[in-house]
Structure formats: structure tokens, C-alpha cells
């Protein structure tokens, strides 16, 4: 356990809590404890660690610092975004019934439509769009409710505090994606969200370079099975990939505050653009949901998605024009990303649904970056003709 340091800033706890200067030798980074196993002075005599897939010292310390992060008491650190999402889904019981936002990760889409729906069932609604949502857990009865906000990839935005208190009365769990905000733009559970849930391998760690999830809450009930789940079938993150992420949140307030500046500049250029035919960036005026997305982040993100006049070969012809943009899946790294949902992060989601959503062959998901805007908007510009 870190030293209490007080109600401190985002920006102050991503660099200090849970960094303890090492006990030893006084190292103000906290060592990588790269080991599998912790040796017992007698059976069961141990200085809290017993073995690496249960706990280690290097994954405390990210999980204290992400607690923080997101004003919550528990924090625990998983192999990937989607290790994180299955633990969650194993605490239901059988037969248990699921109400998720329309617009979700593919990999999320596929994970609740073809492993979980041996357990459980899932109806997907669009949360934006559902005037009685009331009527909707009427007919629906959730156990759970699961959002993203803003979704990936049509950056749809739920109102959390509204559909928090929904779920209170019906006493349901209410769980929030927060990846594509991170913890420094958006914090649900202040919101009254049970369960945050981020892919790290995004903004969190930033660096494209770690793949891994995290889940924060409030409830020691919910934690203590979460953390028997993750003991029992063992997605824990390894030290080294901990380290990493620990490493990267030093940076997230300076991040996402130029992912944020670059994207709004780069949602406006896009705007004007004739070749453009709608751009979604929740900090336009244009964005249906501005008003909330103003009221319930402190950032608008780094995440743009918009629509190329034309089809597909347009699309293909545009994504092979980009030269600093990278064609690759993921997003939230410093370094900017293109992505082609229909065929690419969303390949999962059947074409009918799909298309009813509006991922269409023409729909482009930028992740920007840190570098300079000018040398962004000059690539944007040079493959948009
Ligand atoms: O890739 P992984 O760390 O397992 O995280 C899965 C995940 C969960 N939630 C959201 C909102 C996500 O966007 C992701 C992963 N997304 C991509 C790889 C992508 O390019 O959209």
C-alpha cells in the first residue's frame, strides 16, 4: 500500500499514487517483480504474496494508481480489455439477462453473442434512441446493464447519471466501457456506474506497445468474486506489461489533452471538407449529443468518425493515400491510427446489423495522435482528393 497522499489532481495521482519509492534502495520507480512465485518463511507465512497470478507488487501499484484514477476503491488489472469484459460476465448467474448499448466493440459483440449466450441473453438497444427506457427494462428485465460512451465506433453518448439511477431502482448493474474516454475525460462510477471497465491497451498505457483491461468499482462484494474469478481462471497481466502501463499513465493528463486539441481541429477541417460527407466528433456543435457530452466529460477525446463521399473504393483508395495515419485496429496510442470499421475492428457484427447501425463501407474511425497538427491535417488533405 502507497502512502495516503490526500485528494490530489488526475494529472498528480497518474504520476504518484501507488509509486512508492522502492523500500531497498529508495528507487523512485517501482521495480519490475518479475518473478512467478513469493518465498514463505512457513506454509502460509507470507509478506502478502503468494504467487503472480494471484497478486504482484508491480500490478498493486498500477491497480492503486488507477483506483485513484477513477475515485474508486477497488481496482484490478487484467490481460487484455477482453479478459476484463469475460470476468464480469462469469459473475452472472445462469440464464441472466443482459440489455448492452447497439453500438459496441465487434470483439464485445462477438463475445456476448457466441460464447456467453450459452449463459446468458443479450438484447441490444440503442440507448440514445429508446425514449422509454423505462418500458424497455420493463420488457427487457436486465441483470446488467452494459454501455459504451461514447460507443466505438459511431461515438453515440449515453447519459450516465440518467440511466444510473434506472438501474438503482431496478436494481441493476450498470457497467461502463470507458475506454475511449480514459479515466482523465470521463469517470462513471462518480456518475453512479457499479462497474468501469477500460481496454489499457488504448489511452490508458498510450504507447501501443501493451495489450490489457482493467475493471474499477466500488462494491467489495462484486470485487471479492471478481478477483475469485480472475484467480480461478487466470487472465492476470504479467509484471512487465503492468510496469509498461504504470510507465504510460505518468503522461495520460499531457496526452489526452493534445489527443483531445489535435481531434477537435481535425473534426472542424473534416467538417468543411467536399469530400466529407458527415463527420461525428462529440466536441462539434454538429454532434446530436454536444449539450451532454459537455455536461458528463471533462474532454471531448481523440476518437473521430466520419463518412467519405463515395463507396468503398473510395474509402480503399483514401486509406491508401494516408501516410502517417496507420491502417491498423486499436486506437488511444500517441501515434495516429485509421481504421475501416466494416471490414476491420467490426468484421464480427453481421452485415445486416451493420448496416442498420450505419457501418457502412464508406465509415472512417480516426484515432488522433500527438504529433504536430499541421503534418495530420497536410496527410488528411494530400489522401482526400
Ligand atoms: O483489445 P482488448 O484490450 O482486449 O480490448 C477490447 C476492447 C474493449 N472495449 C473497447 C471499447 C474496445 O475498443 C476494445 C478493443 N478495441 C479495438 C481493438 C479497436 O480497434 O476498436
Redesign the pocket.
Known amino acids: 500500500m502507497s502512502k495516503n497522499l490526500g485528494k490530489l489532481h488526475k494529472a498528480t495521482n497518474a504520476i504518484h499514487a501507488g509509486n512508492e519509492p522502492e523500500k531497498v534502495t529508495g528507487a523512485i520507480i517501482p521495480p519490475i517483480f518479475q518473478t512467478s512465485t513469493f518465498v514463505q518463511t512457513s506454509p502460509g507465512k507470507h509478506q502478502g504474496y503468494e504467487y503472480t497470478r494471484s497478486h504482484n507488487p508491480t500490478r498493486t501499484a498500477l491497480e492503486e494508481c488507477l483506483a485513484s484514477l477513477e475515485n474508486a476503491k477497488y481496482s484490478m488489472v487484467t490481460s487484455?480489455?477482453?479478459s476484463a469484459?469475460m470476468l464480469i460476465l462469469h459473475t452472472l448467474k445462469k440464464d441472466a439477462k443482459i440489455l448492452c448499448g447497439d453500438d459496441v466493440?465487434g470483439?464485445?459483440y462477438r463475445l456476448l453473442t457466441k460464447v456467453f449466450n450459452k449463459y446468458h441473453q443479450t438484447t441490444f438497444i440503442d440507448f440514445t434512441q429508446t425514449k422509454d427506457l423505462e418500458k424497455a427494462f420493463k420488457v427487457n428485465k436486465p441483470d446488467l446493464v452494459w454501455i459504451?460512451t461514447p460507443t466505438?465506433p459511431l461515438l453515440k453518448l449515453t447519459d450516465i447519471k440518467k440511466l444510473s439511477k434506472l438501474c438503482k431502482k431496478n436494481k441493476v448493474i450498470l457497467v461502463v466501457?470507458n475506454?475511449?474516454m480514459s479515466s482523465f475525460f470521463q469517470n462513471p462510477l462518480d456518475l453512479g456506474a457499479d462497474i468501469v471497465i477500460h481496454?489499457?491497451?488504448?489511452y490508458l498505457n498510450g504507447h501501443s506497445d501493451v495489450?490489457?483491461?482493467c475493471l474499477m468499482l466500488n462494491d467489495k462484494k462484486i470485487y471479492d468474486q471478481l478477483w475469485f474469478l480472475q484467480n480461478s481462471i487466470g487472465p492476470s497481466q504479467s509484471p512487465f506489461d503492468s510496469w509498461l502501463v504504470l510507465r504510460g499513465l505518468k503522461t495520460l493528463a499531457i496526452r489526452m489533452e493534445r489527443h483531445a486539441e489535435n481531434a477537435s481541429k481535425i473534426a472542424k477541417f473534416l467538417e468543411k471538407h467536399p469530400q466529407v460527407e458527415k463527420v461525428i466528433y462529440p466536441g462539434l456543435k454538429s454532434h446530436p449529443q454536444h449539450k451532454l457530452a459537455k455536461s458528463q466529460m471533462h474532454g471531448f477525446g481523440g476518437m473521430i468518425t466520419f463518412f467519405v463521399k463515395g463507396d468503398l473504393a473510395k474509402s480503399r483508395k483514401f486509406l491508401k493515400k494516408l501516410k502517417l495515419f496507420k491502417l491498423a485496429?486499436?486506437?488511444g496510442g500517441v501515434e495516429s491510427l485509421v481504421?475501416h470499421p466494416a471490414i476491420m475492428?467490426h468484421a464480427s457484427i453481421p452485415v445486416k446489423e451493420r448496416e442498420k447501425l450505419g457501418i457502412t463501407n464508406n465509415l472512417i474511425r480516426l484515432s488522433v495522435g500527438i504529433e504536430d497538427l499541421d503534418d495530420l491535417l497536410n496527410d488528411l488533405k494530400n489522401a482526400l482528393v
Not at 481496454?199 to 488504448?202: D, E, G, L, V
Request: charged content about 20%; overall charge negative; hydrophobic content about 25%.
Open positions: 487484455s480489455g477482453m469484459i466493440y470483439g464485445t459504451e466505438n466501457d475506454t475511449f481496454s489499457m491497451t488504448k495489450v490489457g483491461g485496429e486499436s486506437l481504421d475492428t
